[in-house]
Nanobody, 117 residues
């Protein structure tokens, strides 16, 4: 059974930075993609970033490219999302995700990120 546990999010001012982490367990070599999604009330969950556990290849939504960085520490069984130059539009519930070849099927419980003056 795969378990994903996000760190506590937080509140930051516009232009600030925040790093999320997600501790995972039960992930096998077949479950080779870790990622982050986000969601605001009344909207569908939106892909943010993904990373392949074997190669470390990472990819991003256009809305966060150049500002967010996903990284992976397999020794610590942790995936990170470094978020820089945050804007109020980044305010959302952020979810850690796992899947195979970019198809995410397992989700964490989510952590709130709020960007406001």
């Amino acid at each position: 059974q795969i378990n994903l546990m996000e760190s506590t999010g937080g509140s930051v001012q516009p232009g600030g930075s925040l790093r999320l982490s997600c501790l995972f367990s039960g992930v096998t070599d077949d479950d080779n993609t870790m990622g982050w999604y986000r969601q605001t009330p009344g909207t569908e969950r939106e892909f943010v970033a993904g990373i392949y556990t074997g190669s470390g290849y990472d990819y991003y939504a256009d809305s966060v490219k150049g500002r967010f960085t996903i990284s992976l520490d397999m020794n610590k069984r942790t995936v990170y999302l470094q978020m820089n130059s945050l804007t109020p539009s980044d305010t959302a519930m952020y979810f850690c995700a796992n899947g195979a070849w970019g198809r995410f099927t397992v989700w964490g419980r989510g952590t709130q990120v709020t960007v406001s003056p």
